[in-house]
């Protein structure tokens, strides 16, 4: 029984309908300009740079920044997964609390998994985790017993490298790294020049009187992502390319504000290390990770499928949910990671799935148990 209404705010899903698209030419000359805008929707203007007819103004630009309001009503627990199974081709499963916890699988996901590609349906794992490559998280789904494909994954620092492929970035620039060695290795497949990442963990500043610190002026994008060797001069390199090299470009993998380096607590998140960006440049970023749909855009296009023919399987309300939602597919929460009943249920919350229930394993039940 529908129990309340919430009103979901989207600005990505109402940039989706717009016409206000970048000719491919003029990609990166656009979002130099529109980078300097501090009011802008960075993260809307990330999943919207493909297929645009032309670069319009600035004026026509900040127009796209406005609220689509959509009544939503309650989430339901998910009481037939059979109905559920039946009615999607494809199912998009967060990893970190859906999959996994740390390095710990959780209870019933491979017997699951099995049970969905036996009726059929196409499975692709998204997570917004970017300390590895796609092919470094192939290697751990195969170390926690689980067959998945290197084509069936794409992790957030693959969003990263593909972004700056469909938006033209020019190779003779460089990309400034603050994050770990899976956006590394997905730039240098992508064919881009870099620097920085772990190799910077270990530099120190020594003020001095009169001290100026240099940077390489070709940098044109900064890539911030989750980084446990972060440190003040990786903020203040980082810093310098932003705020001094024309147009250069401030691009995060995402913003969760935690993350599950273990499966005993949660840990500070990529959202700490891009938030020290923000406060230090002034300026937000480009966001491809969820709930940017710039990853649902992709994945739609390249495997042909219907995203209303699509279930989101997560964890994260303000990630996973809006992710599925912004991308105009079905919705799962699952309840084996960060949000529990009590936060859905609280009356602060605006966004609510479709359906929730306490782990994918659920879906091996004829009727699944009432949370």
């Known amino acids: 029984m529908v129990t309340k209404a919430v009103v979901s705010v989207s600005v990505a899903a109402s940039i989706t309908s717009s016409k206000l698209l970048i000719n491919p030419s003029h990609r990166f000359s656009c979002l130099k300009s529109l980078s300097s805008l501090n009011s802008f929707s960075a993260s809307a203007l990330a999943i919207k740079c493909r297929g645009l007819s032309n670069c319009t103004s600035i004026k026509s630009a900040r127009t796209m920044e406005g609220f689509t309001t959509i009544t939503r009503a309650s989430a339901q627990p998910l009481q037939n997964a059979d109905e559920l199974i039946a009615s999607v081709e494809t199912f998009i499963f967060d990893c970190d609390g859906v999959i996994w916890k740390g390095d710990k699988l959780i209870d019933g996901v491979p017997e699951t998994l099995d049970m969905l590609r036996s009726k059929g349906k196409r499975l692709v794992f998204v997570t917004n985790n970017s300390t590895k490559s796609r092919k470094q998280y192939g290697k751990k789904f195969e170390t926690l017993g689980l067959n998945v494909s290197e084509e069936e994954i794409f992790a957030s620092s693959f969003a990263a490298a593909a972004y700056l492929k469909s938006i033209n970035f020019p190779k003779d620039k460089k990309v400034y790294v603050i994050g770990e060695d899976g956006i590394l290795k997905e730039l240098e497949l992508a064919g881009f020049q870099y620097l920085g990442g772990p190799e910077d963990g270990g ?4 003020l001095k009187p009169g001290f100026l610190m240099e940077h390489d002026h070709d940098v044109g994008a900064v890539v911030v992502g989750f980084d446990r060797y972060f440190n003040y001069y990786k903020v203040q390199y980082g810093t310098l390319c932003i705020r001094e090299n024309p147009g250069c470009l401030f691009i995060a993998t995402n913003r969760d504000a935690v993350t599950h ?5 949660e840990w500070a ?3 700490s290390m891009v938030g020290a960006i923000c406060g230090s440049t002034q300026r937000d970023p480009l966001v491809v990770g969820k709930p940017s749909t710039f990853m649902m855009d992709y994945l739609s296009d390249k495997f042909g499928i219907l995203k ?9 309300l303000d990630t996973d949910i809006l992710f599925g939602q912004n991308g105009g597919c079905k919705t799962l929460l699952v309840l084996s990671g960060v949000t529990t009943l009590s936060m859905l249920e609280s009356p602060s919350n605006s966004i609510q799935p479709d359906f929730y229930t306490n782990k994918i394993s659920d879906f091996l039940a004829p009727k699944t148990a009432t949370v």
């Open 203 to 206: 530099k120190k500043i020594e």
């Open 308 to 316: 209303s023919q699509i279930c989101m399987v997560g964890d994260r």
């Open 269 to 271: 998140g990529g959202g």
């Open 261 to 265: 380096l273990t499966d005993a607590q």
